[in-house]
């Protein structure tokens, strides 16, 4: 097949990418800087004035949108906040507007949501039939996905991604951090609920979504056994042969230092998937997440 990906130089897109070229798959990528002599050509995309190289989407298959500014990058200044929705809502208008257009569009579209759709709930179990939250994130992702909405042409499929564990970057580095010192302990009262993937489950479960002509629609992409803080720290020290004691790092120290950002540590949300659609999680309790989360099966 031939796939185009947006944001495919992250660490999620590099990790489909690969995984399709080593298929025998063609993939290109969407770029501020155009390559064509790259392993991955990348073809010119301008989200402020509106510009998408027509030869990026010549005779493709599928479409892959994972293009998006991290939430995780210090705290949410308004500047930061207006960066984050329009780095999602501008880029998916643009693309979706643009295959809406196409003669021959390509038969699907997978596109990058995220479960901070629910906001904090708690000890409360959210599927895909759960109500919107009422925080910053949950506003984004609603209208990211009210963006997404708007193809018309392809079979479109919105995953809803939980936090993603990886040593090659993303929150399990700076999490294992701190528990190889020594100085690592759970956050708040560590009872918040984190519902988790594996890199290597998400990137499969990216490549299955354009496999599989019944898929389609909203599905969380979450592993079928969330973790609390204080469990996944402490798994983390048992990975790493670490001890756990500390007491709990104070939510109110983390909410002074990063503001509303540290809801993104502090929040809970314990998200399961209703939505069947035949894929099989490779790692489905923490601990697989974590034996050798850098090796792709």
């Not at 490549?207 to 056994?225: K, L, M, R």
């Not at 939510?251 to 509303?260: A, D, H, P, S, W």
């Amino acid at each position: 097949m031939k796939v185009l990906i947006t944001g495919g130089s992250g660490l999620v897109g590099q990790e489909i990418s690969d995984k399709l070229y080593s298929r025998g798959d063609e993939v290109r990528w969407l770029s501020r800087k155009e390559d064509l002599n790259a392993r991955y050509k990348r073809y010119k995309w301008d989200i402020q004035n509106d510009f998408i190289d027509d030869k990026a989407l010549e005779d493709i298959d599928a479409v892959i949108h994972l293009a998006g500014k991290s939430v995780g990058d210090g705290r949410w200044t308004d500047t930061a906040k207006k960066e984050i929705l329009e780095s999602r809502t501008k880029s998916t208008h643009l693309l979706m507007d643009k295959i809406n257009s196409m003669e021959n569009p390509p038969k699907t579209v997978v596109c990058a949501s995220a479960i901070g759709f629910y906001g904090d709930q708690k000890d409360k179990t959210c599927d895909e039939n759960s109500a919107v939250g009422n925080d910053f994130l949950a506003d984004v992702v609603n209208q990211w996905e009210t963006e997404q909405q708007k193809l018309q042409r392809s079979r479109l499929v919105q995953l809803r991604i939980g936090v993603v564990l990886t040593e090659k970057g993303g929150a399990l580095p700076k999490m294992m951090m701190p528990i190889k010192f020594g100085v690592g302990s759970p956050i708040g009262d560590g009872q918040q609920w984190i519902s988790w993937i594996s890199l290597r489950d998400l990137s499969n479960l990216f490549i299955y979504s354009i496999d599989n002509t019944e898929v389609q629609g909203i599905i969380n992409a979450v592993a079928p056994n969330p973790v609390t803080n204080e469990q996944l720290t402490k798994a983390i020290g048992t990975k790493l042969n670490r001890p756990v004691f500390l007491p709990n790092v104070p939510g109110f120290v983390l909410k002074t230092i990063l503001g509303e950002s540290a809801s993104l540590v502090l929040s809970s949300t314990k998200v399961v998937s209703a939505k069947e659609v035949g894929y099989k999680y490779v790692d489905q309790i923490i601990d697989d997440a974590l034996k050798e989360p850098e090796k792709c099966c």
